[in-house]
């Protein structure tokens, strides 16, 4: 069985952080809330506790049952788990003077500490905490200061318990992921043995015990995380995969017939259905971003389910559910108030009466694209851009129309072309033009003209949940407004969209 690290959510934006370093030490780990901790069996192999929002001084702070596993597993605290176990065990947390945010050094550690191994004196740490630990019980012990924070790291003597007010998975902490490795596989004795091969082995052997003889249905949209979760199905079940792919006519231009194309060379079994003008129907006259995301999922089950229902005894539906999306629909104090329409989880229709299979619900996007490479996917499917679930319908601001549609796809065409032929399609996280609802004057030959804008979108990140615009070169853009105007009846104006998320998100609707 698969050893692993539980880490214990208090609700701060950096504990999906968290997981994603420990997974990049080849160590399995899980997120829960604190207010729902499984039940832990033998092979979880140490805890880590999360920051959060709240202070441990507060009446509704969140709480944690240390002593039920302080004699169990090693745990790791940070930032408000440190403060939290400091405080509930005799120790004191204040407000500090000043805000303990940014950058600090670690002037004082204590030499021969296992959790600080191989981590240079004044160490550069990331600090961000508005309360502080100013004392800690007798039997806790100070194993790292920095100039302003005495307590910066601590130990509980005699244990394997230990707490630091600084962020590890950061990297403005410089040895952060050395401390976390010393923590995991120093006192944790993890084995750093979790793989893209070792998953692709495991799952598929899973699969097989799980579905037996059983045939499976999966929608393919074409981008990484259906394509990946197909082929592991295929490995483990071959023609008892049945994959539909739905034009719902509001994908790139051409890419229904390319992506089916490139499907049917992996071996897939895939069926295209060209669903276009039921789509087309149901949002004519929606301008609400909801309302169109609704309605493109309500379509889409129901072309989904009359295909389904061609085939003979189908028992599963296979879905590309990523972790991410798995977390997103828990929140810390309880079912999350508001979960995306188009998310993965947990929007299956009761009538489908199909039990769902999801082999990626472990997995981080990056992780997801690495057991596509262990899979020998074709790259230009693993390196495609995100692209939403509701396609160029939250692209298209305002009503859709097919002709809004085919103006899109021409303009978004020309930006994508221009991206891979300049090399920058793979230095890019996401990129996408957005068609807006403006009209502007414009001047082409003799004639003044009154046409649509379209504003250019490009992103860095490395999960989308924090994201900054790309600077692409002026050359580059200037080249690709111009061919749009020239060549995309009804644009006369292209804008570059220079926001960064947080505060804007990286589509517009």
């Not at 993965?344 to 694209?369: I, S």
């Not at 046409?451 to 979108?457: G, I, T």
């Amino acid at each position: 069985m698969q050893e692993k690290i539980i880490i214990l959510d208090f609700g701060s934006q950096f504990t999906q952080l968290i997981a994603r370093r420990v997974r990049e030490l080849n160590i399995y780990c899980e997120i829960h809330p604190f207010n729902n901790v499984p039940e832990f069996d033998e092979t979880v192999k140490g805890i880590i506790l999360s920051g959060s929002p709240y202070s441990v001084r507060q009446a509704d702070a969140p709480h944690f049952d240390y002593k039920r596993y302080k004699d169990q597993f090693p745990i790791l605290a940070v930032c408000y788990g440190a403060q939290y176990l400091a405080h509930f065990n005799g120790g004191e947390v204040q407000a500090s003077s000043t805000r303990e945010y940014g950058r600090a050094n670690l002037q004082y550690i204590k030499p021969f500490n296992p959790l600080f191994k191989d981590v240079p004196a004044n160490s550069q740490v990331w600090m961000s905490h508005a309360d502080t630990i100013v004392s800690i019980a007798d039997d806790f012990e100070v194993i790292a200061s920095t100039d302003s924070v005495r307590v910066a790291a601590y130990q509980v003597t005699g244990s394997k318990t230990y707490g630091i007010q600084f962020h590890p998975e950061v990297t403005h902490s410089t040895d952060g992921k050395q401390l976390l490795q010393n923590f995991l596989v120093d006192i944790c004795h993890c084995v750093q043995d979790w793989t893209p091969d070792s998953f692709v082995e495991t799952t598929i052997a899973e699969l097989k015990a799980q579905l037996g003889d059983d045939k499976v249905v999966l929608g393919l949209s074409g981008g990484v995380d259906s394509s990946v979760a197909a082929v592991l199905l295929h490995h483990a079940i071959g023609k008892n995969l049945h994959c539909i792919f739905v034009d719902n006519g509001l994908l790139r231009k051409d890419e229904f017939q390319s992506v089916l194309d490139s499907y049917q060379h992996m071996g897939l079994n895939v069926k295209g259905v060209d669903a276009k003008q039921r789509f087309y129907d149901a949002l004519a006259g929606l301008s609400d971003p909801e309302k169109k995301r609704k309605a493109i999922g309500r379509v889409f089950i129901e072309v989904f389910d009359d295909e389904a229902n061609q085939l003979t005894d189908v028992k599963w539906l296979g879905q590309g559910t990523i972790y991410p999306d798995v977390i997103e629909s828990i929140s810390v104090k309880g079912p999350s108030a508001t979960i995306k329409s188009h998310h993965n989880v947990g929007g299956l229709p009761d009538f489908m009466k199909l039990k769902v299979v999801e082999p990626l619900k472990t997995l981080f996007k990056d992780e997801v694209r690495k057991v596509g490479r262990s899979l020998k996917i074709d790259p230009n499917i693993l390196g495609r851009h995100p692209f939403p679930g509701p396609g160029l319908a939250i692209r298209i601001l305002g009503d859709v129309t097919p002709e809004k549609v085919a103006i899109l796809q021409e303009a978004d065409a020309i930006y994508i072309n221009n991206l891979k032929s300049a090399g920058l399609y793979d230095k890019v996280w996401q990129a996408g033009t957005i068609y807006l609802p403006v009209q502007s004057v414009g001047v082409m030959g003799d004639e003044r003209t009154y046409e649509n804008v379209v504003c250019l979108r490009a992103v860095e990140s490395l999960d989308g949940m924090t994201a900054d615009w790309c600077h692409l070169p002026y050359d580059v853009l200037a080249k690709i407004s111009n061919e749009i105007i020239n060549n995309v009846k009804g644009i006369n104006r292209v804008v570059y969209d220079i926001s960064s998320k947080p505060p804007a998100t990286i589509e517009w609707e």
